[in-house]
């Protein structure tokens, strides 16, 4: 009996850098490699007009999740209405992960940011989902008012803000 294989992968459209940004992603995360790439052929060159040898598609994996990277052409741009989370449980992983992915990119607000490729990623608290349901209504509106004050999240000011401090 063979591995598990994840159910659900994330598919991810570029025109034609899938290769470079999962080897820039992979350089990120721990735990992460490139898997397979495959390559155009003759075949469907009416339709996918990339040259006969060039990546179609690339997977890797980033702390072991299975993503697969595709070079389709300029058809499809990224956007905010898909986004990849990364839970940090430290500002040290907050600050790593944040000028990692932003480098080149767009910063934003809330704790988003666009890297390089145009991919929209979150990097968020580790308890952010407990902090923002908490019963306690006035240390959600704390919070929430905080994270908005913030482009990159600061752990300190957000856990001060949340304890009323």
């Known amino acids: 009996m063979g591995a598990i294989k994840q159910k659900i992968t994330n598919c991810l459209w570029y025109d034609s850098e899938a290769e470079q940004a999962a080897?820039?992603?992979?350089?990120?995360f721990p735990n992460s490699h490139i898997g397979t790439v495959t390559r155009y052929g003759k075949e469907g060159f009416?339709?996918?007009?990339?040259?006969?040898?060039?990546?179609?598609?690339?997977?890797?994996?980033?702390?072991?999740?299975?993503?697969?990277?595709?070079?389709g052409g300029p058809l499809f741009k990224?956007?905010?209405?898909?986004?990849l989370m990364v839970s940090c449980n430290s500002q040290e992983e907050i600050d790593h992960y944040w000028y990692k992915l932003s480098?080149?990119?767009e910063e934003s607000q809330c704790g988003w940011l666009k890297d390089k490729f145009g991919v929209s990623w979150q990097i968020i608290l580790e308890d952010w989902i407990s902090m923002i349901n908490d019963p306690d209504k006035e240390k959600v509106k704390r919070v929430t008012t905080a994270?908005?004050?913030?482009?990159?999240?600061?752990?300190a000011v957000l856990k001060r803000a949340f304890d009323g401090k």
């Open 78 to 83: 990224f956007n905010e209405a898909m986004s």
């Open 46 to 71: 009416e339709f996918h007009q990339k040259p006969e040898g060039s990546v179609m598609t690339v997977s890797f994996f980033l702390d072991g999740q299975e993503f697969l990277g595709l070079n």
């Open 23 to 28: 080897a820039h992603y992979v350089s990120i």
């Open 103 to 105: 480098d080149d990119g």
């Open 147 to 155: 994270l908005f004050t913030m482009s990159k999240p600061e752990l």
